[in-house]
Every structure is written in C-alpha cells, then in structure tokens.
C-alpha cells in the first residue's frame, strides 16, 4: 500500500495525517508528542521568535485537544472502511476514494487551526519569510539530488525502492515477480518529476507571496483567514487550468497505483496489511478514549 510522506507549511495538515504518513511503531507516541513534534518541525521553517513560542503554547493543547475530539473518530472510520476493502483488491475508484479521504481529513483539520494560523502568519516579519525561502532552497537542492539527477533508469528505480520500502511495511516481504510487476506500474503511473518539482516551486512561490502580503499590509484577521484559504486552495487544487489538471492527474495515478498495488498482493500480505490497519485503529481508539482523562 502506498501512502506516501508529505511534508507542508501548513501546520494543519501535520495534525491530520499524523497517523497515515509515519512509519512509527507506535501512532499513540507520536500523537501524544504532537506538540513537541509540531512545535521543533515548524521552528524549522520558520525560526520562531520568544513571542511565537509563547503563542504556539498557548494556542497548541486546544487544538490538538479538539483534533483528537472531532478528527480521530472521522480517521478511525475511514481506517475501518479501508480495512474492510482489503479482503480484496482495491478497485481503482477505491484507491481515488482513499487519496480524496486523506486530502478531506487535511481540510477538515486545516479549519479548526485557521484562526491561530492566522494569528500566527500576522506575526510573520520580513526575515522569517527569507528564512523560510533559504529552507525551500535548501529542500529543493535535495529534492532534486534525489529525484532529477541521474538516467530515467536511476530516477525510476529511487522511486520504486521507497514504493516497495512503503508497500512491505503493510504486506511484508515481496516476491521479485511482485516488484518487476511494481516497477512496470511505476514506469506507467507516476508523474514527471520535472513537471512535480515545477509545481513545487510554484506552491513555494504562492506561500511566499502570501506571507509577504501579510507581513507588509497587516490586514484584519479576517482577511488574513480569507487570503490563507485561498493559498489553501490554491496548492490543493492549482490555479491555472494547466495546473489544475495536473493537480486532478496527480490524485488519479496515486490512486490507480494504490489499487494496482493491492492487485499484487496474495491473501496473506492483504491480511497484513489488514492487521496493520486494525493495529493503528487498534491506537486510535485509544487516543480518543484518553480525551475524558
């Protein structure tokens, strides 16, 4: 199964997908060290001042405590659903159906934090936002390190190493018939990186234009709240009707590669990935129960 690792800005998407993009043992560990996680993974990119860090600690336990009430019960159905499917081979509106679900988890969770995402960007100043750019920078050199350079040949087998790297963390080991199968799925599916790291830089582009309206306009709160679900939106969906395409394209081959992935698997690697999934909702009822304490 493919579920591969995301990493954003966007403070809230963090929140949403903790539980589907880490490979960690234990759900529950990271989860309950959300705050810490967040609080060192956003310092990163944006390099808070005392202030901030004041506010973050503020403004975190709330929200985290209102993700775990609203947003884990919703994930701990959807894990359900996808278990339930993996008695068979997911159909290829299936595997759309589970790249629609997560992108709608991050949304849900990017609501409850726009207002302190809000509070937060209007404390942006004029250096932060040149540190967060020197970031880009610096993840967009490793980006390209890791997918740009080389033959096609080179490219396409990094990429089919971390997609066999993810699918046995769900199946267990594969056969080298299911991998050659993989790989012919691979060369089929996935996207131009050239074209991915295009639109890369344009989602870097469209934060940093934003932050530095922001910064230097300081518009009402709910200005700044329109303005970032617009940016929102704009990642999510594109905003040229090329991009928008792409965008569309992008989630049809996640899923098309996610079905035809569980197509490989004998009955014994679904039933682990089945064990798999009921351990991390095995977890999640876990987090939620432990709201009342």
């Known amino acids: 199964m493919v ?66 009430q609203e947003e884990l019960p919703k994930a701990l159905q959807k894990l359900r659903q996808l278990r339930a499917k993996l008695d068979k081979p997911l159909s290829e509106e299936d595997g759309t159906l589970v790249v629609h679900e997560i992108k709608t988890l991050s949304k849900e969770s990017i609501y409850l934090a726009q207002d302190d995402l809000a509070k937060l960007v209007l404390t942006l100043d004029v250096k932060q936002i040149q540190y967060l750019q020197n970031t880009f920078n610096k993840l967009n050199i490793k980006f390209q390190n890791d997918y740009l350079k080389g033959s096609a040949e080179d490219r396409l087998s990094k990429r089919l190493e971390k997609i066999i790297e993810r699918t046995e963390a769900f199946s267990g080991d594969l056969s080298k018939s299911q991998k050659s199968q993989l790989k012919d799925i691979a060369k089929e599916y996935l996207l131009d990186m050239q074209i991915v790291y295009q639109t890369r830089i344009f989602k870097q582009q469209l934060i940093l234009s934003t932050l530095k309206k922001i910064s230097s306009e300081q518009p009402t709160l709910p200005q700044v709240k329109t303005l970032l679900n617009q940016l929102f939106t704009e990642i999510e969906l594109g905003s040229t009707t090329e991009q928008k395409e792409f965008e569309k394209k992008r989630d049809l081959h996640s899923g098309i590669i996610l079905s035809k992935t569980t197509e490989l698997l004998d009955q014994s690697q679904r039933k682990k990935a089945q064990e798999k999934i009921r351990a991390w909702e095995n977890e999640l009822q876990t987090l939620i129960q432990q709201k009342t304490k």
């Open 3 to 68: 579920i591969s690792k995301t990493r954003s800005i966007l403070i809230s998407l963090a929140l949403s997908l903790t539980f589907l993009i880490s490979s960690c043992s234990s759900i529950q560990i990271a989860y309950n060290q959300a705050d810490f996680l967040l609080k060192w993974w956003l310092d990163d990119y944006l390099d808070f001042t005392d202030e901030q860090e004041k506010f973050y600690a503020q403004a975190i336990p709330p929200l985290l405590k209102k993700h775990r």
